[in-house]
């Protein structure tokens, strides 16, 4: 610090000088507010009518087979004894699982200081709010009776009655229902800037009219940069410990039971690495279509991209480890019901699912050892598909390990009727509804946090060599 | 009460932005402010500016929704409606813990953002800032101190001189309308 930094770029190992490289294309802070914005402004594409269409449609068969579960109960899915949770809360931690990677990237990657992440957060943080819409959907409708919805949360009744606290259920409830909440307050402080941006590029009055009151009048004091920073912090910070306590309450609806196969502490950690997993798989899925599309190749780079699916490898290894030690476990226990769930899951009459989640989720990311596999968009879109199919049949396979109970008399095997898949089709349908509408009106990359980690944003770039004083205060005011 | 004036001057670069509202803080001025479109890291030194206050609010905020959540599983299962479920105490606070992580981190997320947006006097959807005619870049490209005529030493020709001298361009003044 007491000497200004002279080695020159050449000699510097290329992890660091990489970090200078994260916008490509030459591009100044007005070519990126135009990249960005533009696919807001133009003339809608026929492309994304015929994809909303789509989408639409997809909605519609949800909504369909969501009213016919209203007026007919749950009878009209697959459900038996002994498995009494269907596709449901597979679909559900499902959907949880995905709607992970968004905050980790918006706050873990935050607090660690990894600068690449401000290229795809506010795109995985949509994608989060929107798979936790589709994920609170399934135990909203599996409650079977939805008019009694209500009774999940406290609410005075004329029943005098109030919820079971020490039920995992309703941790869910509270859990999930503030991460959904706070993801979608970080999300929308995130924004403000960028559609204050979109307000002062507005070339209609009612684009001008709506972007402004959503920007709340953002006029980029720095007065206000101070408390917008600290407050950005303050939510990195307490959305951290909250990412890791959702998928950890998720896998205490499991766990806390007394269920051979469910009841192990590892499941915990096991479910968040898986949903970081998930997360970043389908964050790599749509990132790689989304970037094609709307030119966003200088922002999200093949550097990004890499490093997601260096995240995937790791997570991805995480599980496996995970999966190994669940039969290590069940071996070491001694208990013979426990090792009679694993020998039935990876043996039974669910093996083909099974080995379909193994093959996914273990053996598919390690191709990412190598580079050019993890540069490759056609194997990183591949793979990142074979992990999503993965990490819906981990979910299978555990609540369907529930098929071979302690009474041999009550075994069982679930079929799933075609309304367990047409709802779990249609969720799909609620997901890119509401992702196409994000692409199309707002600014689907943080401007305002892309432009602050490029080199021009630093008050000392081009400027050389300055004095020892700013300096320090420089790296101070980091 | 009088119309508020302000005073706007843009810069090109981060590194002009910087030395002008040090220049302007150095200069005694206390009403005003660097608009940027992105926060530039030196320059709420540069200016002045003391540190957020928000992390107590937060703080606050999180420590209420900790108590209520506590106080509220502890009075609905131990006082209203007592039953036994599983053999358990009426008041097992172990498993009323992840409610009350979970509705700690919900009102300090309120906290975080409606704190800041107060702290911020937001919203505010008209300023006379917003009136001049290149303040559209403030968003994009381009950098601007205002300084407001409530500010003691503010006086409009002398002001315009300083904004002037220290490199500003397309100087404006603007009026609450």
């Given at each position: 610090m007491s000497t200004p930094n002279t080695i020159p770029e050449a000699l510097l190992p290329t992890s660091v000088y990489e970090e200078e490289q994260l916008v490509h294309g030459g591009l100044n802070f007005h070519d990126v507010t135009e990249v960005v914005a533009?696919?807001?402004?133009?003339?809608?594409?026929?492309?994304?009518?015929?994809?909303?269409?789509?989408?639409?449609?997809?909605?519609?068969?949800?909504?369909?087979?969501?009213?016919?579960?209203?007026?007919?109960?749950?009878?009209?899915?697959?459900?038996?004894?002994?498995?009494?949770?269907?596709?449901?809360?597979?679909?559900?931690?499902?959907?949880?699982?995905?709607?992970?990677?968004?905050?980790?990237?918006?706050?873990?990657?935050?607090?660690?200081?990894?600068?690449?992440?401000?290229s795809i957060n506010r795109f995985a943080e949509a994608m989060t709010i929107f798979a936790v819409a589709c994920a609170l959907t399934f135990p909203g409708i599996h409650v079977g009776r939805i008019w009694f919805a209500y009774w999940m949360?406290?609410?005075?009744?004329?029943?005098?009655?109030?919820?079971?606290?020490?039920?995992?259920?309703?941790?869910?409830?509270?859990?999930?229902?503030?991460?959904?909440?706070?993801?979608?307050?970080?999300?929308?402080?995130?924004?403000?800037?960028?559609?204050?941006?979109?307000?002062?590029?507005?070339?209609?009055?009612?684009?001008?009219?709506?972007?402004?009151?959503?920007?709340?009048?953002?006029?980029?004091?720095?007065?206000?940069?101070?408390?917008?920073?600290?407050?950005?912090?303050?939510?990195?910070?307490?959305?951290?410990?909250?990412?890791?306590?959702?998928?950890?309450?998720?896998?205490?609806?499991?766990?806390?039971?007394?269920?051979?196969?469910?009841?192990?502490?590892?499941?915990?950690?096991?479910?968040?690495?898986?949903?970081?997993?998930?997360?970043?798989?389908?964050?790599?899925?749509?990132?790689?279509?989304?970037?094609?599309?709307?030119?966003?190749?200088?922002?999200?780079?093949?550097?990004?991209?890499?490093?997601?699916?260096?995240?995937?490898?790791?997570?991805?290894?995480?599980?496996?480890?995970?999966?190994?030690?669940?039969?290590?476990?069940?071996?070491?226990?001694?208990?013979?019901?426990e090792a009679f769930a694993f020998v039935n899951r990876a043996f039974g009459p669910y093996a083909w699912a099974y080995w379909i989640m193994i093959s996914c989720n273990v053996i598919s990311p390690q191709f990412f050892w190598f580079k050019k596999m993890r540069r490759s968009i056609p194997v990183m879109f591949a793979l990142s598909i074979f992990v999503n199919i993965g990490m819906w049949f981990e979910r299978f396979v555990i609540t369907m390990t529930l098929h071979r109970d302690f009474l041999p008399s009550s075994w069982g095997y679930y079929m799933p009727s075609i309304w367990d898949i047409l709802t779990f089709i249609g969720s799909f349908g609620l997901f890119f509804t509401l992702f196409l509408l994000f692409l199309r009106f707002l600014p689907a990359i943080a401007i305002a946090e892309v432009k602050g980690v490029m080199p021009e944003a630093d008050p000392h770039h081009g400027h050389g060599h300055h004095g020892e004083v700013r300096h320090a205060e420089h790296v101070e005011a980091h | 009460m009088a119309k508020l004036k302000v005073l706007v001057a843009e810069f090109d670069t981060p590194a002009q932005i910087v030395e002008a509202a040090g220049a302007v803080a150095d200069a005694g001025y206390r009403d005003f402010d660097a608009h940027t479109p992105f926060p530039i890291h030196g320059l709420d030194r540069a200016m002045k500016v003391p540190g957020s206050?928000?992390?107590?609010?937060?703080?606050?905020?999180?420590?209420?929704?900790?108590?209520?959540?506590?106080?509220?599983?502890?009075?609905?299962?131990?006082?209203?409606?007592?039953?036994?479920?599983?053999?358990?105490?009426?008041?097992?606070?172990?498993?009323?813990?992840?409610?009350?992580?979970?509705?700690?981190?919900?009102?300090?997320?309120?906290?975080?953002?409606f704190g800041m947006l107060f702290l911020n006097r937001l919203p505010r959807w008209s300023h006379p800032v917003l009136a001049h005619p290149d303040f559209r870049r403030s968003t994009d490209d381009k950098f601007f101190i205002s300084i407001e005529s409530t500010d003691p030493k503010f006086d409009a020709n002398r002001t315009r001189a300083l904004l002037e001298q220290i490199g500003g361009k397309r100087i404006a003044l603007l009026e609450s309308p």
């Open positions: 533009r696919p807001t402004e133009e003339k809608t594409p026929i492309a994304w009518y015929v994809a909303f269409a789509l989408a639409l449609g997809v909605l519609g068969i949800f909504g369909a087979s969501i009213l016919y579960l209203i007026w007919e109960g749950t009878g009209i899915w697959g459900l038996q004894q002994p498995v009494g949770w269907g596709w449901a809360i597979v679909n559900f931690v499902f959907w949880v699982g995905i709607g992970h990677a968004g905050t980790l990237i918006s706050a873990i990657l935050f607090l660690f200081r990894q600068k690449w992440r401000t949360f406290p609410l005075p009744n004329q029943m005098g009655m109030w919820p079971n606290f020490r039920s995992p259920l309703l941790w869910d409830v509270f859990a999930v229902g503030t991460y959904g909440t706070v993801s979608i307050l970080f999300w929308y402080v995130g924004l403000i800037p960028d559609l204050a941006t979109l307000r002062d590029r507005a070339k209609t009055k009612a684009r001008a009219l709506i972007y402004g009151i959503l920007s709340l009048g953002w006029r980029g004091s720095m007065r206000h940069w101070v408390h917008y920073e600290k407050a950005y912090l303050i939510l990195a910070g307490i959305s951290t410990p909250l990412v890791l306590s959702v998928h950890t309450i998720v896998s205490f609806d499991f766990a806390v039971s007394v269920v051979p196969g469910w009841h192990t502490t590892i499941f915990p950690p096991y479910f968040v690495a898986g949903a970081i997993f998930s997360g970043f798989a389908m964050v790599v899925t749509l990132m790689v279509v989304a970037r094609q599309v709307f030119g966003f190749k200088d922002l999200v780079t093949l550097n990004h991209l890499e490093k997601m699916n260096k995240i995937i490898l790791l997570t991805g290894t995480l599980v496996g480890y995970a999966y190994g030690m669940e039969f290590f476990i069940a071996w070491y226990s001694g208990n013979e019901y | 206050k928000l992390g107590w609010i937060v703080f606050a905020h999180g420590l209420f929704g900790g108590c209520f959540a506590l106080w509220f599983q502890w009075w609905m299962s131990a006082v209203d409606y007592p039953m036994v479920i599983g053999g358990k105490p009426y008041f097992s606070y172990q498993a009323f813990v992840p409610i009350t992580f979970a509705l700690t981190i919900l009102l300090s997320a309120f906290g975080t953002v």
